[in-house]
């Protein structure tokens, strides 16, 4: 006879693994996290915060293709482990080229211009480009034809390298923010539903104020007060998304508390700390974890609004808010490309938390 399998975790698995959307969506995240991970890697310009400028060729759409001459960093090429993970700081200079010829032991080229006309000539000493003795040389090692797969933005940077690098503060900001949400709403919730009576209406008091203010403004608040910046953001937003947390886990705790295990568990003479922790919310977390995929979307669209105004990540350091608001006036200037490609981005990452989320609700169900 086959042995059932009656764990609760297992039942709970097999559900999720049956809902299409919800497996696509885990693995879309699951890519999303590597990629954010090791997006110098990837990432075709792999300087600190993907700033590689070359203003002359500035705005172009996808698959843009140009010569690029490469001249070596003068502080040489000295690689660490932690570049792979924060981005060179010392990388070779790139200049876009329309032509280049060699004349008397140097390398004459002509800048690439975008005005239909010739670029500036400029020349190239051989002792510029170190490990080569012949300047007929050159070319086969410091002449490279490059293409933008996304284009590039409005200073020329590779639109796809801030992209990948950008995905970092979107995956931060959910993860960051939602811890703090968890720890702030799960200890507020549960003091609350457990002890009653005045407790609850002092705690219940500061959540209701605090949900009266509008998310946004009360976010902007915060930041200001704490000044603009990277983890400035991740305070301020996970400050404002634990409200919800705590309402449902009142709820579950005021629910959980009158079951019988619980009562034998206060007649045993264990202390509340024990009850609450040990018996109470392993029973009451599910449709927090419903709750915190939700918020996870949130906190990236918050995150992006930020940006977009101004308040959040701050430039170099790329954000898909912060691409947007940099480019959305180009919607409007025939290349509508700049702003829409960080928007489906965005639009995909919530999207994929947001389905992720209903796939748990649907598998932590013990109706179905």
Known sequence: MKNTSTSLTKLTLQKFKKNGWGVFSFIFLVICVWVGLFAYV???DNSKNANQ???SIHSKPPGFE??????PDAGGNKNSFSEYFTGKKNVAQEIPISDYTIQNNSLKIREYSDEGGEGIPKDYAISLFPGVKDINKVPESYITNKTFLLGTDKYGRDL???MLIGIR???AIGFVSVFISLIIGITMGAIAGYFGGKIDAVIMWIINVTWSIPTLLLVIAITLALGKGFWQVFIAVGLTMWVEVARVVRGQVMSVKQLQYVNAAKALGYNDFRIITKHILPNSMAPVIIISAANFAAAILIESGLSFLGIGAQPPMPSWGGIIKD???YIILGKPFLAIIPGLAIMSLVTAFMLMGNALRDALDVKN
């Open 42 to 44: 990837l990432a075709p």
């Open 53 to 55: 400028m070359h203003l």
């Open 66 to 71: 140009v010569k690029i001459l490469k001249i």
């Open 160 to 162: 796809l390298s801030r």
């Open 169 to 171: 503060i979107s995956l």
């Open 327 to 329: 480019h959305y006036s």
